[in-house]
């Protein structure tokens, strides 16, 4: 095995999980900020969900000897973004985490399960998950209304490095948000010694708490999405790339470590997507037999990125919220798109998408269930009725 090991492979291990920190760690810590998490309880989730990750694509990995790409579930943090604070608190979000996890691992195990979640309606998942991404893509307009100063940097540093390289736009946008907070951001005293102090890796157990709204509101949205969004497509990336493995015991693997990494405040782990692409193509290696290295090597990098965690936490929060909610939005901007594209492409299905869409965009809270389960649940409504129509008078 040590001899598949190459410069190429640990290069492009780095830049995967340079890429999946950068583009998204922000995304991750609005998501937990906002179901109701402290700042240090945020920090020891970004610690478990990077450790979790990361040991997790290594274990995967040196298993089957294919690059296995793990990635925290970003929609889902997305998702958590938008939920707002449940009755109960960060415990209850913590619970459920735990059973977003063993739904996960029962998808893994028993296909029936597998197969419901398979059978909901593309356009509507997608649907659910633009409806979800909207508000977070607003950001970066609203932080160049609200400073342009402040807002402008981020946003332009994303536009032109996009334009010739999409991968290193977000990593971009994420520095020139350091940079404005270097040289334009006031220090409160005594922040630079918090910084100091951020240094011990942050480890916070919260003990769970299980209701109804947590399931409803927070769990099922958070499984469907990690499993559509994520999940799914993870093992299409592999597929493409020719490494055919079962996707059952992918699925269980990544339900396990989410469910280690839930009581210190990790939501979701799950089979990456675009770090997928990057640890599997030939940039990896030439030989397909030798890639698995690039993940292995991801993996670690995962790990070391996690226990920076508390000064990375620590440094956003010297910021205004607005400005970290814009670096998070624009990473979000292609899965917005797609997810966009997705849910209308099909005239059949477009009206119970529209519907999807904004009741999830809305964004309204009923008996304390977030906005994203009534929007799939009143698009299902309309999807089933026009096909029951369709039906009915195709009989005639």
């Known amino acids: 095995m040590l001899r598949d090991i190459s ?26 900020t906002a179901v109701g998490a402290t700042s240090f309880e945020a920090a020891s989730g970004l610690l478990a969900l990077s450790v979790a990750m990361g040991v997790c694509a290594i274990v995967l990995s040196l298993k089957t000897r294919m690059p296995i790409s793990i ?32 739904l996960i691992i029962i998808c893994g195990i028993w296909k029936p399960l ?3 979640v398979a059978a909901i309606p593309g356009p509507l998942a997608n649907a659910m998950l633009a409806g979800v991404l909207l508000g977070l893509c607003l950001a970066p307009i609203k932080a160049v209304a609200f400073n342009p100063l402040f807002g402008l940097p981020i946003v332009i540093a994303w536009l032109v490095v996009g334009r010739f390289n999409r991968i290193l736009a977000v990593p971009a946008a994420l520095a020139a948000f350091v940079l ?7 220090f409160p005293d005594g922040a630079i010694d918090q910084l100091n102090l951020s240094l011990v890796p942050p480890v916070e157990f919260v ?12 769990a099922l949205p958070l499984f469907i999405v990690t ?26 693997m990544t339900g396990i470590f989410s469910l280690l990494s839930a009581p210190f405040g990790g939501h979701a782990v799950n089979l990456a997507a675009i770090t997928a692409a990057m640890c599997a193509g030939e940039d990896a290696h030439p ?19 996690g226990l920076l965690a508390g000064v990375i936490t620590s440094l956003v929060s010297l910021a205004p919220s607005i400005l970290i909610e814009a670096v998070a939005g ?67």
């Open 7 to 32: 410069a190429q492979s640990f290069f492009m291990g780095f830049l995967a999980a340079f890429v999946g920190t950068a583009s998204s760690f922000a995304v991750v810590l609005q998501g937990l």
């Open 71 to 102: 990635a925290w579930s970003t929609p889902g943090a997305a998702l958590l973004a938008t939920s707002g604070a449940v009755e109960g608190g960060f415990p209850v979000a913590v619970g459920a985490f735990i059973i977003c996890a063993v």
């Open 114 to 116: 597998g197969k419901a």
């Open 180 to 186: 404005v907070l270097v040289f334009g951001v006031t």
């Open 207 to 218: 003990m769970p708490k299980f209701t109804i709204a947590g399931l409803v509101g927070i």
């Open 227 to 252: 499993m559509a969004s994520q999940n799914i497509p993870g093992t299409a990336v592999l597929r493409a790339h020719d490494y055919d493995t079962p996707p059952g015991p992918l699925f269980t």
């Open 287 to 305: 030989d397909p037999k030798r890639r698995y290295w690039a993940a292995i090597f991801a993996g670690g990098f995962y790990v070391l990125f």
């Open 330 to 396: 624009l990473a979000l901007i292609g899965a917005f798109s797609g997810s966009a594209v997705a849910a209308f492409r099909d005239e059949g299905s477009r009206e119970a998408a529209a519907v999807t869409f904004l009741v999830t965009a809305a964004g309204l809270t009923f008996y304390g269930i977030s906005g994203a389960f009534w929007g799939l649940l009143a698009g299902i409504l309309i999807y089933a009725l026009t096909h029951l129509k369709h039906r009915t008078a195709s009989r005639r």
